[in-house]
């Protein structure tokens, strides 16, 4: 059965992990997964007092809606990661970078390393998420509107048959 998490995204381009933030909430809903997507600017309408505070709001929002079965999507800024405790469960904090950069060091410290994902290419960058969510036991292994193997070859019968393989 699928379990409500909290994913961070973080890293220096907020408005590619938003764009991140998005497919993967597409994706989750495909495994019967229900997700908030929680933004910087939602975060500095709250909190004027920089990414840790930001950081500290994020982790009470994921405890909170978490065990009533929602996940969060949040989009956290550099410097996020040091924040008190306590952090949601089932937390997964990603790092994204472009396909120069790499992560700070300060962002690879602690019980909580995240993983890092490249933004050079999206749908591996979004493949990786669902891979790490799928092998922690967060979503199912096939979404919904995936096909047996046998609906497949049901599916190219019926193409091959109307010509258009």
């Known amino acids: 059965m699928p379990q409500a998490f909290t994913v961070w995204l973080g890293g220096p381009h907020t408005n590619r992990a938003a764009a991140v933030a998005e497919r993967l909430q597409t994706e989750l809903r495909a495994h019967d997964s229900t997700s908030e997507i929680l933004l910087p600017s939602h975060l500095e309408d709250v909190l004027a007092s920089g990414p840790a505070a930001q950081g500290e709001l994020a982790a009470y929002l994921g405890t909170l809606l978490n065990p009533h079965g929602v996940s969060l999507l949040a989009v956290v800024p550099a410097g996020t ?85």
Do not use: C, F
């Not at 700070?104 to 591996?124: C, F, R």
């Open 81 to 165: 990661g040091q924040v008190a405790r306590p952090l949601p469960q089932n937390l997964l904090e990603l790092w994204l970078v472009e396909a120069s950069e790499q992560a700070p060091d300060s962002a690879a410290a602690g019980e909580h390393a995240p993983a890092i994902v490249s933004l050079a290419d999206p749908s591996a960058g979004l493949r990786l998420i669902l891979g790490l969510l799928q092998a922690r036991g967060w979503i199912s292994e096939q979404a919904r509107y995936a096909y047996t193997p046998e609906e497949e070859e049901k599916i190219a019968d019926m193409l091959d048959q109307l010509g258009y393989i």
